[in-house]
């Protein structure tokens, strides 16, 4: 069985829709109704849309303002994915991997609804559903938390031992090591790679080639 993060793994999501302009989009939302002083001055910075969104449900959680802010991201992460990018090799893992009888799910914290989007759009639907596991109203239940991993664990029936975990964020590797999943890190940069491996991932990978090849006996 193996648990795909979604954003890196399987596509640059925000490659020509960039996160910093959608979490600066959200910035200028929440000041536009007089929250400017929700955030810190570190968090309004943040190219990442999720540390704003994470950031005001901590101090509202449940509120209908989080629930606002996280369908304009969700709709942000739509208009992302018609122009995202596949990641390479990664098309033709999933197939061969759904081909030879490997069971995968997806367990990201970018919105079910957008992955679904994309992978309609490639036609890799049936290689994941029913098994697309995303966020959430639970925003705290986010990776590093464990939670989208366990629910594709107890909906699979497998034992974490038996499965596999491919992302390419710190967060990933958290999850995976709280839920005891073997965890392959995916780093495009050679930093990204530094950073995981300092981490403790003990096996990270710049392409998807090396596994492609490794699953057809090359």
Not at 10 to 34: Q, S, Y
Not at 64 to 88: C, G, H, I, M
């Amino acid at each position: 069985m193996v648990l795909w993060d979604f954003d890196g793994p399987i596509c640059r999501l925000f490659a020509r829709h960039k996160a910093e302009l959608v979490a600066a989009e959200l910035v200028e939302w929440l000041a536009g109704r007089g929250l400017h002083g929700l955030l810190s001055d570190r968090e309004r910075a943040s190219l990442d849309p999720h540390v704003v969104l994470r950031a005001v449900d901590r101090r509202h959680p449940g509120s209908d303002l989080v629930t606002e802010l996280e369908e304009r991201l969700t709709q942000e992460e739509l208009r992302a994915a018609t122009s995202a990018l596949p990641t390479a090799y990664a098309d033709p893992l999933i197939r061969t991997w759904t081909a030879v009888g490997s069971r995968l799910a997806i367990t990201t914290n970018n919105s079910p609804r957008v992955v679904r989007s994309y992978l309609d759009g490639r036609g890799l639907t049936a290689c994941f559903a029913p098994h697309i596991y995303g966020r959430t109203a639970d925003l705290h239940l986010l990776k590093p938390d464990p939670h989208c991993l366990n629910r594709a664990l107890n909906a699979m029936g497998a034992a974490p031992g038996s499965a596999l975990m491919i992302g390419d964020s710190l967060s990933d590797l958290d999850a995976a090591d709280h839920a005891g999943v073997p965890f392959l890190g995916y780093a495009r940069t050679e930093e990204k790679g530094k950073l995981l491996r300092e981490a403790g991932a003990e096996h990270v990978v710049a392409s998807l080639e090396p596994l492609l090849r490794g699953l057809r006996g090359r």
